[in-house]
């Protein structure tokens, strides 16, 4: 039975490696020329224009359907079957220590190493001037310590850099030596060395928000993951409670539980209880987005705006723009995206569809900072005011919106709820309107389900009966159920199963009547309207 699973999981690898290499030999005879599939060895760095057509083509090529969902297939195996081999002492300390591993990814973005090696070339640089200038690139930060109290020598860097290489970020060229490959390069911000000393803290402006999502899983994320335990199952603590701020106020509006206590007959036993692991994290009763917004959490909240930028990549490419029949609204329709931020989403769908006007709804820090956000590239939407944002707090009644040329707004033509219902408990949902999130599918199927399985993964489960697969492809959709618990370290909230998801829209007074997704894949755009 064993062996019959390890050669099927194998076969799945074989089959899938054929599935892509039929791809790109198509392409590459329509074109004339052999594209290889791109290689771990070597850099792309989105935001440089210097690729060759074929380079181009070659990662385009990644993101074909019939590639993504091999893809898929080859990661759902690949981990079934190492997981199945590996010594258990060796799989399970690298699951358990792993964060190590994520805290030297975040040291690379957090050290601009990735910019520093882009420039130094393939040759690479040795970790002495590499981390000269990491130092040198501090000199305008605000908060950096002097340069004579950081702790780091060259020899910490080549142990933190070869932690990397070793789980293939980076190549170690020669001994000390180090220079990107693809997954480091994939970090890149696009900023030159020289543009991050003068102005560091521009450093995520006008990017595609992968290294400020490496910034916020890396720092605030990271911290509240490790405190699931303390607060799903806290511990009695005698006497004050000193690791707890009491003076924190709850936010106006009371959508944040307060923490509360608990006393034992004597009095004398106090127990916490905090929303969420963040909240015991930070030591904080301020929900996740008031928090950010304290004095001391500036470049927190900056950079948590562009990281939603970087939360495009669980999607296909402007998947949004095929999430819902956008072309259909009339001219003049009006799209209003709740929570909003600084509108990452949101001005995929104002620079494709002219005829919609965009207003981006979100708290007042928020759209404070939003416009600044984005360099000259979409400033004709917002001069235009195709594109415009309004200070609003989603838990109070909708108000009706003025727009220049379009007059007084009672009802938008669309409500756009993307990454934000899965911010809150059902509770909090039921006070407005859904569209979009993740729909997480179990990782168990019945017998019957796969009858209509038929391994285009358009609808679950997403392989067939004989697969060794699991029907929601494991850890190839892995990210979704991380983030699901990520929700619930935040907020106490979650990502959605398609039952819960239903559940929670009939009882709002919605109906949901379609979920648009790329087959095997766990993100969706689900369209409600009211019952
Ligand atoms: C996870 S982010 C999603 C941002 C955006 N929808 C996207 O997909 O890029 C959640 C957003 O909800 C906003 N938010 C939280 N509470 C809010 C409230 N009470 N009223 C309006 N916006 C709020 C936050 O400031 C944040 O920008």
Redesign the pocket.
């Known amino acids: 039975m064993t062996f019959s699973t390890l050669r099927a999981l194998h076969a799945v690898i074989g089959a899938a490696i054929d599935d892509i290499e039929l791809v790109y030999r198509e392409r590459s005879d329509a074109q004339g020329s052999t594209l290889e599939y791109p290689s771990l060895d070597e850099p792309y760095y989105h935001h440089a224009a210097q690729h060759t057509p074929e380079e181009e083509l070659a990662e385009e090529l990644k993101a074909d359907p019939a590639v993504a969902a091999a893809t898929k297939r080859i990661v759902a195996a690949c981990s079934q079957l190492s997981t199945t081999v590996n010594k258990p002492w060796f799989g399970l300390m690298e699951d358990m220590l792993w964060a190590q591993f994520s805290s030297a990814i975040r040291f690379l973005e957090a050290a601009n190493i990735v910019e520093i090696l882009r420039e130094a070339g393939p040759n690479g640089l040795h970790v002495q001037e590499i981390l000269r200038l990491v130092l040198e690139l501090r000199t305008n930060s605000k908060t950096a310590t002097p340069t004579d109290t950081v702790p780091l020598t060259p020899a910490h860097l080549s142990h933190i850099l070869r932690l990397l290489a070793t789980g293939h970020y980076l190549r170690e060229v020669k001994p000390d030596v180090f220079t990107n490959n693809r997954p480091s390069s994939y970090i890149d911000s696009g900023k030159t060395v020289s543009q991050l000393r003068e102005a560091p803290e521009k450093k995520y402006n006008d990017t595609n928000g992968i290294a400020a999502y490496v910034g916020v899983a890396g720092d605030e994320s990271l911290k509240f993951m490790t405190t699931l335990v303390e607060w799903a199952l806290p511990e009695k603590r005698r006497g004050t409670d000193t690791n707890f701020d009491y003076r924190a106020p709850p936010p106006a509006?009371g959508?944040d539980r307060s923490a509360s206590t608990d006393s034992d007959s004597e009095g004398a036993v106090v127990t916490p209880r905090y929303v969420a692991p963040f909240h015991v994290a930070f030591n904080t009763q301020l929900n996740l987005?008031a928090w950010y917004e304290l004095p001391e959490n500036e470049g927190r909240l900056a950079r948590f705006?562009h990281a939603?930028?970087g939360?495009r990549q669980c999607e296909s490419k402007d998947e949004i723009l095929r999430g819902f029949s956008w072309e259909d609204l009339p001219r003049g329709s009006v799209l209003v995206?709740?929570?909003?931020?600084i509108g990452?989403?949101a001005v995929v769908v104002a620079n494709a569809h002219p005829h919609i006007r965009v207003v981006v709804?979100?708290?007042a820090q928020?759209v404070a900072g939003a416009r600044e956000a984005w360099g000259p590239q979409y400033a004709h939407l917002f001069e235009s005011g195709r594109m415009s944002w309004r200070v609003?707090?989603?838990?109070e009644a909708w108000p009706p919106l003025l727009l220049p040329g379009l007059g007084t707004v009672d009802a938008p033509d669309v409500f756009l709820?993307?990454?934000?219902l899965h911010?809150w408990t059902d509770e909090n949902c039921k006070r407005q309107l859904l569209i979009g999130d993740m729909l997480l599918q179990h990782a168990c199927a019945d017998a019957a389900a796969y009858d209509t399985a038929d391994g285009s993964a358009a609808t679950f489960p997403f392989v067939t009966r004989d697969s060794p697969l699991l029907p929601n492809l494991g850890v190839a959709n892995i990210l979704g159920y991380i983030t699901d618990l990520m929700m619930m370290d935040m907020f106490d909230a979650k990502e959605r199963t398609v039952a819960e998801m239903t559940a929670l829209t009939q009882s709002t007074g919605w109906k949901i009547i379609e979920v648009r997704r790329t087959p095997g894949a766990i993100w969706g755009y689900t369209t409600a309207v009211p019952v």
């Open positions: 509006g959508h987005f705006g939603m930028v939360t995206d709740v929570g909003g931020g990452a989403q709804e979100d708290r928020v609003y707090d989603f838990f709820l993307r990454g934000v911010d």
